[in-house]
């Protein structure tokens, strides 16, 4: 699976890769929509301040739905509108499949979150 260097992950399986100061995209890692299966609908709130291990907004499959956790105290920005069309991009392409952009309180410390190869050791 292609991934960019430059992704960040956090043990809830999300990666975030930063677009300008404080504001990142975020999408989920390909574990999270392997488990997950055939993704049918995002449901995530825009303008909505979130804090650090609460909900984004829930990723449903035919299997289950999923909470989206948020990484840090952040305010939700924009969502990938080609994922609310098409959600099962995620599934095709999950590293370059963000599914929403958002902005941080504070500025992001890289050593608080995972590298790829961090992040696949904690998968295992």
């Known amino acids: 699976m292609n991934y960019e260097e430059n992704l960040l992950f956090t043990k809830d399986h999300v990666w975030m890769k930063k677009k300008q100061e404080n504001i990142f995209q975020l999408g989920i890692t390909n ?40 990484p840090d105290l952040c305010t939700i920005r924009s969502i990938n509108e080609s994922i609310l069309k098409s ?15 958002v902005e941080f309180a ?15 050791e904690s998968i295992g």
């Open 106 to 120: 504070a500025e992001i410390k890289p050593e608080k979150f995972l590298t790829h190869q961090k992040y696949e």
């Open 31 to 70: 574990f999270a929509q392997d488990l997950l299966g055939d993704i049918v609908f995002i449901d995530i709130v825009i303008n909505k301040v979130i804090e650090a291990g609460q909900p984004l907004g829930s990723i449903e499959s035919v299997k289950t739905a999923s909470d989206f956790i948020c």
């Open 87 to 101: 959600p099962e991009l995620i599934n095709d392409n999950p590293y370059q499949t963000w599914i929403c952009e």
